[in-house]
């Protein structure tokens, strides 16, 4: 898949494009960038644009406004493994950081 520095982009079923994430959901609507607003399943390769694991800071979600509720963010990782790829363990470390303004 692309770097997350890139904007997230469609991944057609069936693709072999290595890993990559979306944010299925997200309370208040997810961003823009993710596909149009709405739950999505995981399933759902046409609505749900996905982008690679990258080096650099990636905004996931942004609420604006005063809410007292959670928000809740649903973040979908999805592998697709081209057959050529040599056997192996292989991993990553993805940090996740949550901000609020008080």
């Known amino acids: 898949m692309q770097a997350a520095t890139l904007a997230p982009t469609t991944w057609t079923s069936g693709t072999p494009l290595g ?9 208040g609507t997810r961003l823009a960038k993710w596909g149009p607003a709405g739950a999505y399943a995981e399933s759902n390769v046409v609505d749900n644009l996905y982008t ?28 697709s493994i081209p057959a050529a790829t040599p056997p192996g363990t292989y991993s990553t470390t993805v940090l996740l950081t949550a901000l609020a303004n008080p």
């Open 19 to 27: 890993i990559g994430y979306t944010v299925r959901a997200a309370t």
């Open 52 to 79: 690679g694991f990258g080096t650099v800071d990636v905004l996931l979600h942004q609420r604006s406004g005063y809410s007292a509720a959670t928000d809740t963010i649903t973040l979908t990782t999805r592998a």
